[in-house]
């Protein structure tokens, strides 16, 4: 499985920035894809991922009503929001692929390279 995340750069507080996951390889039809986040100085943590068969969904309560996680069907793409940003949103952002639905970083086998988000207050 190969991820590419693309979308970062710089935005003011308030403002909006769409992320994007290119994700390819997948050898089952059922499978997760999450955004991660690691802000400078702190762990990396879980924001949100989504379900292929059902198009599930979760959030981290830091993101929950400002972000949405969804796939562009046009790009084959597993889209990442982002509105209404806050400085604390800064940080370097993964997109990732595991099996299993879940947004615990251990569930994850496969990252891409992260991009790079920067609010500006």
């Known amino acids: 499985v190969q991820l590419v995340e693309s979308g970062g750069g710089l935005v003011q507080a308030g403002g909006s920035l769409r992320l994007s996951c290119t994700a390819s390889?997948?050898?089952?039809?059922?499978?997760?894809i999450g955004w991660f986040r690691q802000a400078p100085g702190k762990k990396r943590e879980g924001i949100s991922c989504w379900r292929s068969n059902d198009g599930a969904t979760y959030y981290a309560a830091s993101v929950r009503g400002r972000f949405t996680i969804s796939r562009d069907n046009v790009k084959n793409t597993v889209d990442l929001h982002m509105e209404r940003v806050l400085p604390e949103d800064t940080g370097v952002y993964y997109c990732?692929?595991?099996?299993?639905?879940?947004?615990?970083?251990?569930?994850?086998?496969?990252w891409g390279q992260g991009t790079q988000v920067t609010v500006s207050a």
């Open positions: 390889g997948f050898t089952r039809r059922n499978y997760a």
């Open positions: 990732a692929a595991a099996w299993a639905y879940s947004n615990s970083e251990a569930a994850y086998d496969y």
